[in-house]
């Protein structure tokens, strides 16, 4: 009688052990799926900036503001970067970028947030202007648990300045990308910077 119940209590002390061990491993490959959406969210946000078509987008604008000479009306962010704050999502990016695979077109791409997600819409690629906007049927999300992003653009010798912004007498430097992530562990917040040369 008393090996069968030191027996129960072993079996009791086993299967709670397995059971905590169980749990801590189904955290630890959901905190290892959440790392790498987040990394691949980030990845592909900031190929999409290093795919941007500056140059063609400069002559487009240059065509329309030969007649201004003025330095201090430039955009803080190049041409093909535009980022607008709406009323129904927090903000949005949209970024002309060129097409992989396809020299000679471009395409647009949107990026926002809606509730607690991270959504990303590319249009089909095009070689004539102006470029399609991406279709409602294009949209992907691409991360969820997003608690607050944020984009900044590095204004030389000013420092970090929430976009949008105003026009100024130096471009942009660079951009931030702040991602504050809802974790089982509490928030935590992700930032991302990239060079605009």
Known sequence: MVAILIM???????????????????????????????????????????????????????????????????????ASLHIERLARVPWRVEIVRGVAGSPGQWQRVQWWQEGETLFRSAAAGSDLFPLPFPREQDRVAVLEGVGRIDVRAWRPGQGWENLPAQHGRLQAGGLELQLAMRTFQGDATYRRVMLLE
């Open 8 to 78: 129960a209590i072993i079996s009791v002390i086993s299967w709670r052990g397995l059971d905590s061990i169980t749990q801590a491993s189904e955290r630890i490959d959901d905190g290892a799926q959440a790392s790498a959406a987040l990394l691949n969210a980030i990845r592909q946000f900031e190929r999409d900036v290093a795919w941007r078509a500056d140059g063609e987008m400069a002559v487009s604008t240059q065509a329309t503001n030969a007649g201004n000479t003025s330095l201090r009306n430039v955009p803080l962010l190049p």
